[in-house]
């Protein structure tokens, strides 16, 4: 089946230290996206890519690193620069149109849970 | 900027019961409009999508009409399920920029039996 994993589903983390998390798509997309969901707040754009190789900040990038190796994977890292980093991760991705540029719909994965203790 | 404004739950409603949540816009141009529902614990999923004006958008029962005069898209039901309990959001991408999407901070819907 073509979908979007994430992985793992919950993650817990020491103060200071890098956690990865996984994004990976088999839907052919070339634009992926990470969000940052807090209760009350929606999602929050962290960093998105539209073509291998490539990627923008989003409106909270701070304390975060990502990556865009290969088609197929968007990994996050949230870095001990994040001071508030326990909240609920999405990753999504976009196909694109005929044309060549990105269709409007976004397809999310199931999401990443991360608590620091 | 561009932004999307809906309204703050919870809303709680009993099955059957009919449902609007409402949600408007602002943004320059012919936005697309869309409407994602989220289960507990899971991800973000389309419920549906308008792209042009007076078009509707509908999907499980749940219907959104892009109305540009009232810069609105407007959610409904007319039978609600528990099944249905969920966050709503409202989102747009703005005219000419494919690589954004702006979403609303989400509706939580609870459906009492």
């Known amino acids: 089946d073509g979908g979007i994993t994430q992985s793992p589903k919950y993650l817990f983390r020491k103060e200071g230290q890098n956690v990865t998390l996984s994004c990976e798509q088999n839907l052919n997309h070339d634009a992926m996206y990470w969000y940052r969901q807090d209760p009350g707040q929606g999602l929050r754009l962290i960093y998105y890519?539209?073509?291998?190789?490539?990627?923008q900040k989003g409106d909270i990038a701070e304390g975060y690193s990502v990556s865009r190796e290969k088609k197929e994977s968007f990994p996050l890292t949230v870095t001990s620069a994040q001071k508030n980093p326990t909240a609920f991760y999405l990753c999504?991705?976009?196909?694109?149109?005929?044309?060549?540029?990105?269709?409007?719909?976004?397809?999310f994965g199931p999401g990443t849970r991360l608590t620091v203790l | 900027g561009d932004s999307v404004t809906q309204m703050e739950g919870p809303v709680t409603l009993s099955e059957e019961a009919f449902l609007t949540i409402n949600c408007t816009y602002t943004?320059?141009?012919?936005?697309?409009l869309f409407w994602y529902v989220q289960y507990p614990g899971e991800g973000l999923q389309l419920l549906l999508k308008?792209?042009?004006?007076?078009d509707k958008g509908s999907n499980k029962g749940f219907e959104a009409t892009y109305r540009k005069e009232t810069t609105s898209f407007h959610l409904e039901k007319g039978s609600v399920q528990v099944s249905d309990s969920a966050v709503y959001f409202c989102a747009l991408i703005p005219s000419g920029r494919d690589d954004k999407i702006i979403f609303g901070k989400g509706t939580r819907l609870h459906i009492l039996p």
């Open positions: 943004a320059t141009g012919y936005p697309s």
């Open positions: 308008a792209t042009k004006a007076d």
């Open positions: 999504a991705s976009s196909m694109p149109t005929r044309s060549g540029r990105p269709s409007n719909e976004q397809f």
């Open positions: 890519s539209q073509i291998v190789n490539d990627f």
